[in-house]
């Protein structure tokens, strides 16, 4: 029977993958480490809170002696490490809180890891699930492999850079058994309206601005977010230790044609007129370094463990609007509070 540490599994990525584990291995017991910060949320996880094999714990993994003693009561045999400070624009605001959460608390688990299992790595594994963004910007062409160099652009970018390499060093110097994914852009249920499709859903429903940044000519690569979650159960179980892997679903979009194909999506549901969403679109000042491109090239995943993307883009899409339009409580509960003060200082500056 595998103990199992899942950090941030109240947030998006998290919480499918929470579920994932919690329904297909009834044999595990899934701990679910999570701050509950303003992006952690357990109504994520309703449907699996009574299963017998889950457990929630709330902590912060930058508390160090929390850290210790939790991994000393409960002797993990696997981490899965996605708790981090996740939003670009929010990095811009406030870098340090993105180096305490990211690095330190990353270096905080993997001292606790160590202590633990002191040399005795039979069967112990810690998964970092880190992001494509640590590669930095593309021009018009080229992919992010995995032997890519490393060049943060963004604060955020570069905390998960600095963890990362954390990671690789304890490999390297302690001998502990870890393994990283970068994953490209995700969307999907779940997903906290600051970032960009969730928060046009949003908009669009309330016929707000939608705000795109620049001329809406940068590229993102966008995966289904139980996609992700399901390379995540495939690299843990099968990755070979010590090794990098990337996730994509080689799926380019430019921003502002990604927003046009979700106004025409949401008018469809929503019984408007073609055309009338996109109305609502407003070029608004750029993101400082703004990165122009990401775009992952995850032929090493499909070779070496047979993951493939499941869903085409436009399918995920629907499945996605279809998911926040019936799940308006959701909604209204993570945008009522903290959310409206984060909005009018990130975006009221563009409306009148
Ligand atoms: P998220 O912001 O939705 O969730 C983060 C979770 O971590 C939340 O539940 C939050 O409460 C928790 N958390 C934050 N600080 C914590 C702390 N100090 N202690 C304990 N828990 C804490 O993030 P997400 O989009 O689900 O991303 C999860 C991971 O995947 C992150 O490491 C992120 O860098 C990585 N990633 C995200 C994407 C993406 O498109 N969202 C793509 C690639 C990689
Ligand atoms: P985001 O969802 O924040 O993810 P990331 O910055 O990690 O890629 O943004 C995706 C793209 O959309 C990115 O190029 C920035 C852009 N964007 C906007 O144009 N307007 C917005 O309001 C937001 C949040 C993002």
Redesign the pocket.
């Given at each position: 029977m595998k103990k199992l540490l899942i950090?941030?599994g109240?947030?998006?990525?998290?919480s499918h993958v929470v579920r994932l584990l919690v329904n297909k291995y009834a044999d595990y017991s899934v701990y679910n480490?999570?701050?509950?910060?303003y992006?952690?949320n357990l109504e994520n996880l309703d449907d699996v809170k009574r299963a017998s094999n889950y457990h929630f714990i709330k902590?912060?993994?930058?508390d160090e002696a929390f850290v210790d003693e939790l991994f000393t009561s409960h002797l993990f045999d696997g981490i899965i490490h996605?708790?981090?400070?996740?939003?670009v624009d929010r990095s811009i605001a406030d870098p340090l809180s993105f180096v305490k959460?990211n690095i330190i608390?990353t270096v905080n688990l993997l001292n606790a890891a160590k202590k633990v299992w002191a040399g005795n790595f039979e069967g112990k594994l810690f998964y970092h699930?880190?992001?494509?963004e640590v590669y930095g910007s593309l021009g018009e062409s080229g992919f992010f492999l995995e032997t890519t160099s490393y060049d943060p652009q963004s604060p955020y970018s570069a905390s998960?850079a600095s963890s990362d390499h954390f990671v690789r060093a304890y490999a390297n110097t302690y001998k502990l058994p870890v393994v990283i994914s970068n994953?490209?852009?995700?969307y999907g249920p779940n997903q906290?309206p600051e970032k960009l499709l969730p928060l046009c859903i949003h908009n669009i429903k309330n016929n707000k601005p939608l705000p795109v940044y620049g001329k809406g000519e940068n590229i993102r690569d966008w995966l289904y977010v139980l996609d992700h979650a399901r390379a995540i159960d495939v690299i843990f179980h099968q990755g070979k230790v010590g090794e990098t892997y990337n996730i994509g679903g080689f799926n380019e979009w430019k921003n502002l044609d990604i927003v046009e194909l979700l106004c025409d999506v949401m008018d469809r549901k929503l019984n408007r007129t073609q055309g009338e969403s996109r109305k609502l679109i407003t070029f608004v000042k750029d993101r400082a370094g703004h990165d122009k491109r990401y775009a992952i090239d995850a032929s090493k995943l499909k070779e070496e463990l047979g993951w493939e993307p499941s869903l085409q883009f436009e399918e995920g899409l629907e499945k996605t609007v279809d998911w926040y339009l019936s799940n308006t409580n959701w909604l209204e509960h993570v945008t009522s509070g903290q959310y409206q003060s984060y909005y009018s200082k990130q975006y009221s500056k563009y409306e009148d």
């Open positions: 950090t941030g109240a947030g998006f990525i998290g480490l999570d701050a509950l910060t992006a952690g902590g912060d993994i930058t996605l708790a981090a400070e996740s939003h959460t608390g699930v880190s992001t494509d998960k994953c490209s852009n995700n906290f």
